[in-house]
């Protein structure tokens, strides 16, 4: 009929497996295509992924540092109020003259008599005058005897007389000084006269 020859279902799978696998291996290119393209996107999903976090790291790392200098600054402000708050109640419970203060301002700083006079247009022995009263006074406010420089220098910056005392306490030195007495206690008191015998009759 018509020259056309119709398979049969059995000659039909006959030939679909003996025909060459062009389709299967069509499909396995594909499919092999594919599997770079995803190993690709991956790779770079990876590689977007540690640059993010790299980044996040960086980040990280700023606000730490900005931080931690916020922090200093902070305490650097705190501890500079301390220090001059410490330094007004020195000055205020040892009743410095405004000369023994100018003599104290450059006495921490190192100087020594020839040195303080010079800038402050005074003889060396006005300034030993002006240190003298400043140890003298310094050692009545607080009980503790002041003897060098650098015990002024240390209470000047803010240092407190406890830390002074536990310093010397653990270097086995004593400092206190004694209590002096005022020259209105040091008064007698009126002596009380005695009541005169009348004679008996």
């Not at 990876?46 to 900005?66: D, F, M, P, W």
């Not at 007004?88 to 100018?102: H, I, S």
């Not at 010079?118 to 607080?142: D, F, P, R, S, W």
Request: with cysteine; hydrophobic share 35%.
């Amino acid at each position: 009929m018509n020259g056309i020859r119709y398979l049969s279902s059995r000659e039909r799978r006959n030939h679909a497996e003996e025909s060459p696998p062009e389709a299967e291996g069509h499909i396995v290119e594909q499919y092999e295509r594919a599997k770079q393209k995803l190993s690709a996107v991956e790779l770079a999903f990876k590689e977007a992924e540690g640059h993010i976090v790299e980044q996040y790291e960086r980040a990280k790392q700023k606000i730490s540092a900005v931080e931690l200098a916020f922090k200093s600054e902070n305490n650097n402000r705190l501890f500079d109020l301390i220090r001059s708050q410490r330094r007004a109640d020195f000055v205020k419970k040892c009743k410095f003259t405004q000369r023994e203060l100018q003599v104290l301002e450059k006495l921490v700083l190192g100087l020594v008599n020839k040195q303080i006079g010079h800038l402050l247009g005074i003889a060396e022995q006005t300034v030993k005058v002006n240190v003298a009263g400043i140890k003298c006074k310094a050692t009545a406010a607080y009980q503790y005897r002041f003897d060098r420089p650098a015990q002024l220098a240390a209470m000047w910056s803010g240092t407190r007389i406890e830390e002074m005392r536990a310093e010397d306490a653990g270097q086995g030195v004593e400092r206190s000084a004694p209590i002096r007495r005022t020259r209105q206690s040091q008064q007698r008191m009126p002596a009380v006269p005695r009541s005169s015998k009348t004679p008996s009759p």
